[in-house]
């Protein structure tokens, strides 16, 4: 993992003259072309990882060597110094995670120099990161209600997670049993399990997701269910009404046939 502290500004990195490149028909097969996402979004001060891929043109692909240094820029003489390379230049993947981000709405461009004649600026496909001052609420996935006493209950807690290498941490509140959490892709995902109780009923369960910002900062959401438990006894009551039921009209309509049709 590269970590970039560069204090160049651009003005000083010639960019590569395309005069004779497949741009302008040459005839080349490949081409200059970096691929990302249009957007992306972070909580102020965190952290965000942009997907990044990149071709050139063929006839510099020799000249993709270890060496070779990526640059973000957000002007055409502005570095971005607080970034680190996650993939490999080599292999053409130049995902990058920016860190403590705080401007809003900035569109960054990529830029590779191999110190060599691969040099250039991808400027036609650029990423804006978006800060929120608020991260999204959790979305909590409940158990199909009614809920009788003795059963095992699930609940899922999903919070969004804006920065991969600070991912948010979810409780929650009151722990009533065994939690489990799992990262995956930009979601951070809580399961709580317990065994239903009456002394449960009504009361509320809350999961909150904490985002820990680099700086010190600390940033809280949570969402709230309220649990309903029904009673054993009550549920089995609930079931003899209906059968109760069911039995007396099956009853009454036996009864109509035989005295209408002896």
Not at 14 to 30: H, Q, V, Y
Not at 44 to 63: A, H, I, L, M, R
Request: with cysteine; charged share 15%.
């Amino acid at each position: 993992m590269l970590h970039l502290n560069i204090l160049s500004v651009c003005a000083s990195i010639e960019p590569l003259d395309l005069s004779t490149s497949c741009f302008k028909g040459a005839g080349c097969i490949g081409k200059f072309e970096a691929l990302m996402p249009a957007s992306v979004m972070t909580l102020s001060g965190s952290c965000v990882t942009v997907p990044c891929s990149f071709t050139v043109e063929d006839q510099y692909k020799v000249n993709l060597l270890p060496g070779c240094i990526p640059i973000w820029k957000k002007s055409e003489t502005t570095i971005i110094t607080t970034t680190t390379l996650r993939g490999n230049l080599t292999a053409y993947n130049c995902t990058t995670t920016f860190n403590d981000v705080l401007e809003d709405n900035v569109p960054y461009q990529f830029r590779i120099d191999c110190g060599n004649p691969l040099k250039y600026n991808f400027k036609v496909k650029q990423v804006t990161i978006q800060i929120k001052v608020d991260p999204d609420a959790p979305r909590l996935t409940t158990p199909k209600e009614p809920v009788v006493e003795g059963t095992p209950v699930e609940l899922g807690c999903s919070a969004p997670s804006y920065c991969d290498t600070h991912p948010p941490t979810v409780t929650w509140t009151p722990s009533l049993g065994v939690s489990t959490q799992l990262q995956q892709n930009d979601t951070v995902t809580s399961t709580l399990t317990f065994n239903a109780s009456h002394f449960h009923h009504g009361n509320n369960v809350s999961c909150t997701a904490a985002y820990y910002i680099p700086s010190g900062n600390k940033t809280e959401t949570s969402t709230r269910y309220q649990l309903s438990i029904l009673c054993e006894s009550m549920f089995y009551l609930f079931n003899e009404k209906y059968i109760l039921s069911f039995v007396f009209f099956f009853i009454l309509i036996f009864s109509v046939n035989i005295h209408f049709f002896p």
